[in-house]
């Protein structure tokens, strides 16, 4: 028969599936803001180089913009970069814009981290209150809601990746702070084909995460008692 669940235990299955896909949907988001990735996009041929600023130079000044968006640099250290013709990197919009982004990014990271918290705490005591095979059909469940979530993200970015990355700046920044020139630093360290590989992979990481977590779910379902071992543990113990 199932367990009779306690309020405690129904919140506790709440906040695991509400806490999951966001756990699911964030967590890549530490490898694509990092300088690895950077590093992995300016590698590829497809990728357009600049034509302000040769390969090293553009490392250098993008490992500033990845650092100030993981804490790693302070904004007057992003301010006061120069590039080697002894001008600042950045204008007062991209800089402004910089700030936006990081606010954005500060956001994702922390709601991921809150989130991990709540699933971790909630997960724990769902095991040992009621069972493993429970949180195993929660983590499919979170699978299910977090992989429609992606799949209009990266269908919607593959059928029109410029009204996609148009609606997405929509959603967190004012219009008119985040479109640039051409020649401006922000779009000569990171071109549109930048974005879209980024999106796309991002999407494909989520992917693989979903695939893992589902056959975990899968694997701790098996995990459960039949009935019939179920009576012989019984039986054994009379």
């Not at 590093?39 to 590829?44: A, D, I, T, V």
């Not at 922000?186 to 992917?207: C, E, M, N, S």
Request: proline letters at 3%.
């Amino acid at each position: 028969m199932p367990r009779e669940q306690s309020l405690v235990t129904r919140l506790a299955r709440v906040s695991f599936g509400i806490a999951l896909p966001v756990v699911l949907l964030f967590s890549p988001l530490y490898l694509l803001v990092s300088r690895a990735f950077v590093r992995h996009e300016y590698s590829l041929s497809h990728m357009p180089s600049s034509d302000r600023f040769g390969q090293e130079e553009r490392l250098a000044l993008s490992d500033v913009m990845i650092g100030y968006l993981r804490g790693w640099n302070t904004a007057e250290e992003m301010a006061t970069f120069t590039t080697q013709e002894g001008i600042a990197a950045l204008d007062a919009r991209e800089f402004s814009h910089m700030v936006d982004v990081k606010q954005v990014m500060d956001w994702f990271f922390g709601a991921q981290r809150v989130a991990l918290g709540l699933m971790v705490l909630s997960g724990v005591w769902l095991l040992f209150r009621s069972g493993v095979a429970d949180v195993g059909r929660l983590l499919q469940a979170g699978v299910y809601v977090a992989g429609a979530l992606i799949l209009v993200v990266v269908v919607f970015s593959l059928l029109d990746f410029n009204t996609f990355f148009t609606v997405f700046h929509g959603l967190f920044f004012e219009d008119g702070t985040w479109t640039f020139w051409e020649t401006d630093t922000l779009i000569q360290l990171y071109p549109l084909p930048f974005w879209v590989d980024a999106v796309w992979k991002l999407g494909a990481t989520i992917l693989v995460q979903l695939g893992v977590v589902y056959a975990l779910g899968a694997w701790l379902q098996r995990q459960e008692p039949t009935a019939s071992t179920a009576g012989q543990d019984a039986r054994s113990d009379a």
